[in-house]
């Protein structure tokens, strides 16, 4: 049973120092603006009252490339009308690359300029990351299942951070403004194009790896506890 214990310490030590290096991070998502209208998307022409199901998520693979389009964050999950999964929806898929991270070279000229608000200023945003490309889909669920929008940015870089980069409050979070594309089988949103937002709070969720290391190391200290009694 000793060799067991000791076996499985080994697996987690090295598990736990290859889960340190990985360069992802996972948050769960949730609307930036609460109230009325209540939003994490908003496309006026469209829906202005787009809330995530709680399968919603944004990962950050970040391998602190030189190459700022090697590392990427993805928006993915579930929005509907009002928060109600019978109701019209879309299935999201919007992927945010051409990274600058504070301290990178000219990271300035995209705070400078940045969305702000709760009294952010140019100083502040020069903590935030940036996507300086944001492409993507939208595609209609229920009702809207005939739909699909393709997204692209529009205005200052997609901005991510605490100290209003979500452009609705202080908590940590993501917003960006784009354009939504019309499909050529549109049959309710025909208009060639609309603007819309995406602002949303992020909140760190354990990864997979995270979740499988933490049962290892149960189990571990589980036959520790029965060696003892033994």
């Not at 697996?11 to 736990?16: D, G, Q, R, T, V």
């Not at 992802?24 to 939003?39: E, L, Q, R």
């Not at 389009?69 to 579930?78: E, I, R, Y």
Request: contains cysteine; proline residues 5%.
């Amino acid at each position: 049973m000793l060799r067991k214990i000791v076996h499985i310490s080994s697996i987690l030590a090295l598990a736990m120092g290859s889960a340190s290096a990985a360069p992802i991070a996972v948050y769960g998502v949730t609307d930036a603006k609460p109230g009325n209208p209540d939003h994490a998307i908003w496309i006026p022409g469209v829906e202005r009252e787009l809330l995530f199901s709680p399968n919603g998520s944004f990962t950050i693979d970040d391998n602190d490339s030189a190459d700022p389009f090697d590392d990427f964050g993805l928006l993915t999950g579930t929005v509907y009308k009002d928060g109600d999964a019978t109701k019209g929806g879309f299935d999201v898929n919007v992927l945010f690359s051409g990274i600058s991270r504070p301290g990178d070279p000219g990271h300035g000229a995209f705070a400078a300029p940045a969305k702000k608000c709760c009294g952010a200023t140019a100083a502040t945003a020069l903590n935030w990351t940036f996507f300086t490309n944001v492409s993507g889909t939208l595609s209609g669920l229920n009702a809207w299942s005939t739909e699909s929008l393709s997204i692209s940015r529009r205005g200052p870089a997609a901005q991510l951070g605490a100290n209003g980069a979500n452009d609705k409050n202080l908590n940590f979070g993501l917003s960006s403004w784009f354009w939504a594309y019309s499909g050529q089988n549109n049959q309710i949103f025909t208009q060639h194009r609309y603007r819309g937002d995406i602002n949303v709070d992020l909140v760190s969720v354990p990864e997979p790896s995270t979740l499988a290391l933490l049962g290892i190391g149960l189990l571990g200290a589980g036959l520790t506890r029965r060696r003892r009694r033994g």
